[in-house]
């Protein structure tokens, strides 16, 4: 449950994932976007666990596959939450850039921009038995979801 240390590239690909879509995001903000009055304490939570899921999904290697068994399901079903990731921002790209398109969920899924790395991290860290990244996957969901489901209330009230 601790892990080997080691990289993953595993890892690396899911950050790439994650990254490449939110720096393209920062030149393409919803028109109205706002973060000022996010809950500092989610904040918080959010950048712990940023950080912290950052080097967990990085430094182990126990995320790269060994084979197929019976924990290679958290595997399939983290990839799955990824590409459900993908196109979210591939709606959104395509998309008017609206705050309803960037909040709008995504087969079921509230705040998909928020909930579906979280979740594929998460699934990530129980795939390869490591408590540090499924820690971390808790912390960031706690902040992330948080701030993205209270923007996406505020944009429904």
């Given at each position: 449950m601790l892990g080997h240390l080691g990289f993953s590239w595993i890892g690396a690909i899911y950050l790439l994932a994650l990254w490449i879509p939110n720096i393209i995001w920062a030149r393409h903000k919803p028109t109205g976007y706002d973060a000022s009055?996010?809950?500092p304490v989610l904040v918080t939570f959010e950048r712990i666990g940023q950080v912290f899921s950052t080097v967990?999904?990085?430094?182990?290697?126990?995320?790269?596959?060994?084979g197929f068994?019976?924990?290679s399901v958290w595997l399939v079903l983290s990839i799955l939450l990824m590409i459900l990731?993908?196109?979210?921002?591939i709606r959104y790209f395509h998309g008017g850039h609206t705050l309803q398109d960037f909040y709008r969920p995504l087969f079921?899924?509230?705040?998909?921009?928020?909930s579906l790395p979280v979740?594929?991290?998460?699934?990530?860290g129980i795939y390869g038995k490591l408590i540090w990244?499924?820690?971390?996957?808790?912390i960031l969901g706690v902040g992330h979801i948080g701030?993205?489901?209270q923007h996406a209330r505020r944009l429904n009230a």
């Open positions: 009055g996010e809950n967990a999904i990085l430094c182990f290697n126990d995320l790269n596959p060994h068994n019976h924990w990731y993908e196109c979210f921002w079921g899924f509230p705040a998909p921009g928020a979740l594929a991290f998460l699934f990530l990244l499924i820690g971390a996957s808790v701030i993205h489901l």
